[in-house]
């Protein structure tokens, strides 16, 4: 069995990418923070269950489920596949309740707000695959 096999480090490995892509689409919000017209990004949430194998029962509990693999959509011949973006994750539409007169609805305190959070949610899910690691050496008695 791989080490890509198990649920819990296939989701944290998951989350990890998500919060790296994340980064890149609230890097571009600041960047065009003074560009006319432009709305800021946002990636939704990864369905972690659902990326970890996982099912809902319907009653708030888990059962074991297989998902299909993910692969990432080439939505323009001239793209490359798996080359920066999104990787794959869906874009949030959340409108924004603040638009400058230029018609700009980036808030720069949000973003950096939504930054911070997302580095202390990624170092989180860094801390728990490296602990996850080491429980796997610990269980096959390599140090």
Same mark, same amino acid.
Do not use: C
């Given at each position: 069995?791989?080490i890509g096999d198990l649920k819990l480090v296939d989701a944290l490995r998951t989350k990890m990418q998500w919060h790296q892509a994340r980064q890149r689409v609230i890097a571009e919000n %600041?960047?065009?923070?003074?560009?006319?017209?432009?709305?800021?990004? /946002?990636?939704?949430?990864? /369905?972690?269950?659902?990326?970890?194998?996982?099912?809902?029962?319907?009653?708030?509990?888990?059962? +074991?489920?297989? %998902?299909?693999? %993910?692969?990432?959509?080439?939505?323009?011949?001239?793209?490359?596949? +798996?080359? +920066?973006?999104?990787?794959?994750?869906?874009?949030?539409? !959340?409108?924004?309740?603040? %638009? !400058?007169?230029?018609?700009?609805?980036? /808030?720069?305190?949000?973003?950096?707000?939504?930054?911070?959070?997302?580095?202390? /949610?990624?170092?989180?899910?860094?801390?728990?695959? @490296? @602990?996850?690691?080491?429980?796997?050496?610990?269980?096959? +008695?390599?140090?």
């Open positions: 069995m791989a %600041v960047a065009n923070a003074d560009t006319p017209r432009y709305r800021g990004k /946002d990636l939704k949430r990864p /369905d972690l269950p659902a990326a970890a194998g996982i099912a809902a029962d319907g009653r708030g509990g888990l059962r +074991g489920a297989r %998902v299909a693999a %993910v692969s990432l959509a080439v939505t323009q011949p001239g793209h490359s596949a +798996g080359l +920066g973006g999104s990787r794959g994750f869906k874009s949030d539409a !959340t409108p924004r309740f603040e %638009v !400058t007169p230029n018609g700009n609805a980036v /808030d720069i305190e949000e973003e950096m707000t939504k930054s911070a959070e997302n580095q202390l /949610d990624y170092q989180t899910a860094a801390s728990l695959y @490296q @602990q996850s690691m080491a429980l796997i050496r610990t269980a096959l +008695g390599r140090k």
